[in-house]
């Protein structure tokens, strides 16, 4: 029943880049005659073999024909040649004799193309064959399909597809249920830093941003892709106005958002103009180790970017040191809306947006977990038990991507990835 809805589990990107997604569909059966499809589709792959053997065939029985008849002229003129020499021996000379043996010789080619003729029957009787028990399993799978045909079945499948195409089109946002294994991409740099792709340009945009260290830092750089990241090759340098404080620095749309160091400025740096487009206080912040990370690290505030825009973690004097989220404006840095977690944040290792959700670690040391949610959309929370493998023991930097649904980490001087595993409900409204 469309009232129901799709149950669906998604983990955006596999390590090897495919799609990973398992729906739970409340409408069974829809497949029930899969047994009899890949038959089917077996049977499809034999009846391509078979027309392409007999492509092969005929083209080699062509160019063999054209050799026969080209050969024609020769066994005529030696049959010829052949009777006179019957007929008087005494005609048959030293220099006749030769002549016919050379036209002997011109038609020895002629003994493996008859060999190939006597081949070629051989497979047309087998192709023969097979094209009779195709028949005969497309008639007795025919017969227990009744009126399902194998191109009805085709439409089925690819009308299933397109439903879950726009399915998948719906997989917007969702809760996170789940932390992948980490998959290292480089190991460089000090043991703290922070490192990043663009939260929001088009997947063709593969550039990848990389900052070493976590305090007066200024020196930016740019790799083309994420394989010259791995190989340390093809990048440029930015060299930032403002010296940078902490980790929690993030790209959006082509500008690097940062803390500017021994100040609570949230900086708007231009990759393109290399220039800073806007800078603006945050009322109240703590900066300078007041209220870091456990970790500590300048890492005072935290920018984020996820589905719905940009936000910026810290916390206040006013609100007791319990991490603070606001709603922040890319274009003015406005801080637009806030909520007061109630979670004190030098308790916490490091924390990530996804979906309007705050999700933070209890440690920034080996055997952390996610513990912690804020749902900013009801402003209520609850404590999780999510595993997190913390595979190098000191995580400095933990940031997601909207674009690319997994998560960035600086682990101890390694560069490391998380896929994600959301889950979404949907009610399909009957249109699916």
């Not at 597809?161 to 809760?175: I, S, T, V």
């Not at 993030?250 to 800078?279: C, D, P, T």
Request: glycine share 6%; hydrophobic share 35%.
């Amino acid at each position: 029943s469309p009232d129901e809805g799709w149950q669906v589990y998604t983990s955006a990107q596999a390590p090897d880049g495919k799609c990973l997604c398992t729906a739970v569909i409340p409408v069974q059966g829809t497949c029930s005659r899969d047994l009899r499809s890949h038959q089917l589709r077996q049977l499809m792959e034999k009846v391509q073999n078979i027309s392409q053997s007999m492509e092969v065939l005929d083209l080699r029985t062509y160019r063999d024909l054209q050799y026969v008849r080209n050969t024609e002229s020769l066994m005529k003129g030696l049959d010829s040649r052949l009777k006179v020499a019957a007929e008087s021996q005494k005609s048959l000379n030293a220099k006749s004799f030769q002549e016919l043996k050379d036209k002997m010789t011109e038609l020895l080619p002629l003994m493996p193309v008859l060999d190939q003729y006597k081949s070629d029957t051989r497979l047309i009787v087998h192709l023969k064959e097979e094209v009779r028990n195709l028949s005969g399993s497309l008639l007795a799978i025919q017969e227990e399909m009744g009126a399902y045909d194998y191109e009805e079945l085709q439409q089925r499948v690819l009308m299933l597809e397109a439903r879950l195409h726009a399915c998948m089109q719906k997989l917007g946002c969702g809760k996170l249920t789940g932390v992948s294994n980490p998959i290292t991409i480089r190991a460089s740099g000090s043991r703290f830093g922070s490192w990043m792709t663009d939260t929001m340009t088009p997947s063709a945009d593969s550039r990848v941003w990389y900052m070493d260290g976590y305090y007066k830092g200024r020196r930016v750089l740019e790799f083309r892709t994420l394989n010259d990241f791995v190989t340390g090759q093809n990048f440029v340098q930015h060299l930032l106005p403002h010296p940078w404080a902490g980790t929690g620095h993030v790209v959006f749309n082509g500008s690097l958002y940062y803390n500017k160091y021994q100040s609570n400025i949230a900086v708007k740096y231009h990759f393109r103009s290399r220039s800073v487009l806007v800078q603006r206080s945050l009322a109240g912040a703590g900066y300078n180790n007041t209220f870091p990370y456990s970790w500590g690290g300048f890492s005072d505030i935290d920018f984020m970017v996820d589905e719905s825009g940009l936000w910026a973690v810290y916390t206040t004097n006013q609100n007791a040191g319990n991490i603070v989220v606001s709603r922040v404006d890319p274009q003015t840095l406005e801080v637009l809306h806030s909520w007061d977690t109630g979670y004190p944040k030098r308790s916490a290792g490091e924390s990530f947006m996804i979906c309007g959700t705050l999700y933070v670690t209890n440690s920034h040391l080996a055997g952390a977990k996610i513990y912690f949610a804020y749902y900013t959309n009801t402003s209520s929370y609850e404590y999780t038990d999510i595993p997190f493998h913390n595979q190098y023991s000191h995580i400095s930097m933990l940031d997601y991507n909207p674009r690319e649904r997994v998560l960035y980490t600086w682990n101890n001087g390694h560069q490391v990835i998380y896929n994600v595993t959301l889950f979404h409900v949907i009610k399909t409204s009957g249109e699916l």
